[in-house]
């Protein structure tokens, strides 16, 4: 199956300005998912969607396309991602358009290298036309009603291993999604028909949307890459 990936890297943040190039653990924050998407092994070309000249040249220089700047009415800080992606998948793929799309988002730099891969063969091996990555709450869950309401029966507080498969609850986390792009074009959304998730680690939750969260992201990609050099993985 041909995949390319899209990634969206708008200019105009407010909580961290510039937080798409910002450097993170050595390199610019966007750098981290261009890498990822290329490493992969399953993805053809990887293109950057963005309004910005400095965010396309960082862009290139690690390896992605940018054929042309998003233009402003997919740049706003309501635009909907789904926008950015029809955009980029009508006028910047090119005529060869892919026939599934992974769509990495920038805010979660810290991926391990198996990750995507793995993704890729659930999505395929399923016949999915679509996939988030996920994480299990490993918390005991309520809804903020009126008067609380817990999603668990008190009375019978199972341990976190004893609960059913089907009673454990698990977080979308942005990491990536993958999508078929005929169900997209039909549908105007990445998460639709046939829909599975990939767990992923702890580590790969982490997004950074405000400052602080940059020196968690460099803490967990400082522990990756040691643990690489310990235990190297084969591709």
């Avoid at 300005?17 to 890498?35: H, M, R, S």
């Avoid at 992606?85 to 793929?93: G, K």
């Avoid at 988030?132 to 817990?150: D, G, H």
Wanted: hydrophobic share 40%; net charge negative.
């Amino acid at each position: 199956m041909i995949c390319d990936a899209i990634v969206l890297a708008r200019g105009g943040s407010k909580g961290i300005p510039g937080k798409n190039i910002v450097p993170v653990f050595g390199k610019p924050l966007i750098a981290w998912t261009i890498e990822a998407a290329r490493e992969a092994g399953f993805v053809r070309d990887v293109i950057v969607s963005t309004d910005s000249e400095e965010i396309a040249g960082v862009a290139r220089a690690h390896g992605a396309r940018v054929p042309m700047l998003r233009p402003a009415e997919f740049a706003t800080d309501t635009s909907p991602a789904e926008a950015s992606l029809r955009h980029a998948l009508n006028e910047m793929c090119g005529p060869d358009k892919p026939e599934a799309v992974l769509f990495p988002q920038v805010t979660s730099p810290v991926r391990r290298r198996e990750t995507l891969a793995g993704a890729f063969r659930h999505f395929c091996e399923d016949g999915l036309d679509s996939l988030f990555s996920a994480r299990l709450i490993r918390n005991y869950i309520w809804r903020n009603l009126p008067e609380p309401q817990p999603l668990y029966d008190p009375h019978n507080r199972l341990m976190r291993q004893q609960i059913p498969a089907e009673d454990r609850y698990y977080r979308e986390t942005g990491n990536f999604y993958l999508f078929r792009r005929e169900s997209f074009e039909r549908t105007g959304c990445r998460l639709t028909g046939r829909t599975g998730f990939f767990e992923t680690s702890d580590e790969e939750v982490v997004e950074i949307d405000e400052p602080d969260d940059i020196a968690v992201a460099e803490l967990m990609l400082e522990r990756l890459a040691r643990n690489l050099e310990v235990h190297p993985i084969q591709m």
